[in-house]
């Protein structure tokens, strides 16, 4: 999927209870300062999700930050 000439992908977020979910949905925004467009919020298997498109770029950079975070423990 494209928007604009950004190339994004479906993402989602997971959380134990709606309270939670909303929480991570803020610092979600917040951690890459833009507002995602969540759609289908979802309980399912005791769990809540929330998915939302993110652009590529962005999903690198957070891949490359926690594979350093990991090679640092």
Same mark, same amino acid.
């Given at each position: 999927?494209?928007?604009?000439?950004?190339?994004?992908?479906?993402?989602?977020?997971?959380?134990?209870?709606?309270?939670?979910?909303?929480?991570?949905?803020?610092?979600?925004?917040?951690?890459?300062?833009?507002?995602? =467009?969540? $759609?289908?919020?979802?309980?399912?298997? =005791?769990?809540?999700?929330? $998915?939302?498109? *993110?652009?590529?770029?962005?999903?690198?950079?957070?891949? *490359?930050? =926690? =594979?350093?975070?990991?090679?640092?423990?």
């Amino acid at each position: 999927m494209t928007e604009g000439n950004c190339l994004v992908s479906p993402s989602f977020l997971k959380a134990e209870n709606a309270q939670a979910l909303e929480r991570l949905m803020l610092e979600n925004n917040i951690k890459h300062n833009t507002s995602f =467009n969540y $759609f289908s919020v979802t309980f399912a298997q =005791n769990d809540w999700y929330a $998915f939302y498109y *993110i652009n590529q770029e962005l999903k690198l950079k957070e891949n *490359i930050k =926690n =594979n350093k975070t990991k090679k640092k423990k």
